[in-house]
């Protein structure tokens, strides 16, 4: 209960100026506190340092009321023949305390959630990138614990099998459905097939002749120079292995495997009669 008058030991000028200032502090410490909010949320230090900028607008409210309008409060609580009897400033601080507990409604219910990725010869990947199928598209790196963690996702997801697309260097990049134990999402990879572009030249140069060159198989349709050079795409990168077949009027002449290079290479063959 607040009522008034009490005789007060500053002029009330005074308390204005201590409850300016201590507004000056109040908004402040508030404007911290939301700009390092999801900070705290992470370091579970939220509650604490929410308490903390309550007391700072219970004294503010305090310096106010009894201050400047010269009011005064008693509060009294009486449970099973105990009674808490609280008066002065104190009453108007412990009810702003107590009011932004429980007055604001309770935040949603959120969990963290990690994403595992590996591959068949890679039991566990640390880089890449890794997004959910969630409103948002919300995405994190994966570390070099091989986890991609995600704060704070709503709890309606909690347990559900979400729709995962990985980014990482050497592997395909396909929405999957991966495994789920708790709150770790575990998803396989598979191996993407680079293309490699390779210089290549016939030695000899052929003369006029019907040359028709396969690469593992696929035939090239790279039209070839009177110097014999040409260029061929083959699946897989440098240092890899090609095996490279030369037909001279629908005839073998020659058969090779090739090493992928960033240099031209050479291919020898030799017309049969």
Known sequence: MITSTAKQPLSAMAYVVIVLVGLFIAFGATFSYIHFLPKLVESTA????FYLLLISWALVCSGF?????RTYAWLTYKHMGSVLEVGGPLVVGILVVIGGFWLPPAPPETFDLAVRAFSADVPLITSGQVTLDLPGLPHAT????????FKGLSAKWRGKLIRVLPKVDGFEDNWLTPTIDRNILTVELVRSHPKFLQRATLVPPPKAADIQIRVDGEKIDSPIDELGGFTFTATGKADDRVLVEVFLNQRLVARQ?????????????????
């Not at 939220?46 to 340092?49: E, F, Y």
């Not at 994966?142 to 991609?148: M, V």
């Not at 090493?259 to 049969?272: C, G, N, Q, T, Y």
Request: net charge neutral; hydrophobic share 35%; aromatic share 12%.
């Open 46 to 49: 939220q509650g604490q340092v």
């Open 65 to 69: 009321y009894f201050g400047v309008m």
């Open 142 to 149: 994966i570390g070099p614990d091989g986890e991609a963690n």
């Open 257 to 273: 495997y090739q090493v992928l290079s960033p240099k031209s290479i050479d291919i020898h063959w030799k017309a049969r009669h």
